[in-house]
T-cell receptor
């Protein structure tokens, strides 16, 4: 079993829809949780960063962490065609040497006009 | 401020050839990483360097070597390329836990 599981999709939604992207994990030592966005043929870019449990909001994006269920989510409100990309979750444990991240497979999202 | 730069952008090798992928960052970060990305496999860590002068193996180090030349530069070398090393390679750097910044990638094909 992988440490981080993410549904690869693809996920196709109409413009304006609310999108929910999710990851589950097995390592209870994970404390740092990230979402990266990767456009086609580009490098991943950091989208959201959360430490421990709770919610974090940034514009149309909300990241949620539920450590009791080992489950994290990224919500995109009023989705736009420009949100079409692959979204990768990533996690790290406190004291992890070198700040290594464990990535999910990535979910491919397509927002149709 | 260029962030993380990688060269070359594209490369085609024949089986058995060698090459070095170059990476540089201008953010004064201590840690640097090399990943490969394959369809359905996500990002897999090849090697990382927690600080200048140190390097450690990641998840898939076989067939690769690295050099942390100085704080800015971290190179990845394929001594004898194999078709299984056909992939997209990303370099990243970070200062704080979790916030890794990625380069644009190198697309490598081994025939």
């Amino acid at each position: 079993q992988k440490e981080v599981e993410q549904d690869p999709g693809p996920l196709s939604v109409p413009e304006g829809a609310i999108v929910s992207l999710n990851c589950t994990y097995s390592n209870s030592a994970f404390q740092y949780f990230m979402w990266y966005r990767q456009y086609s043929r580009k490098g991943p870019e950091l989208l959201m960063y959360t430490y421990s449990s709770g919610n974090k909001e940034d514009g149309r994006f909300t990241a949620q962490v539920d450590k009791s269920s080992k489950y994290i989510s990224l919500f995109i409100r009023d989705s736009q065609p420009s949100d079409s990309a692959t979204y990768l979750c990533a996690m790290s444990a406190v004291g992890n040497q070198g700040g290594k991240l464990i990535f999910g497979q990535g979910t491919e999202l397509s927002v149709k006009p | 401020n260029a962030g993380v730069t990688q060269t070359p952008k594209f490369q085609v090798l024949k089986t058995g050839q060698s090459m070095t992928l170059q990476c540089a960052q201008d953010m004064n970060h201590n840690s640097m990483y090399w990943y490969r990305q394959d369809p359905g496999m996500g990002l897999r860590l090849i090697y990382y360097s927690a600080s200048e002068g140190t390097t450690d193996k990641g998840e898939v180090p076989n067939g690769y070597n690295v050099s942390r030349l100085n704080k800015r530069e971290f190179s990845l070398r394929l001594e004898s390329a194999a078709p299984s090393q056909t992939s997209v390679y990303f370099c990243a750097s970070s200062e704080t836990a979790g916030t890794q910044y990625f380069g644009p990638g190198t697309r490598l094909t081994v025939l």
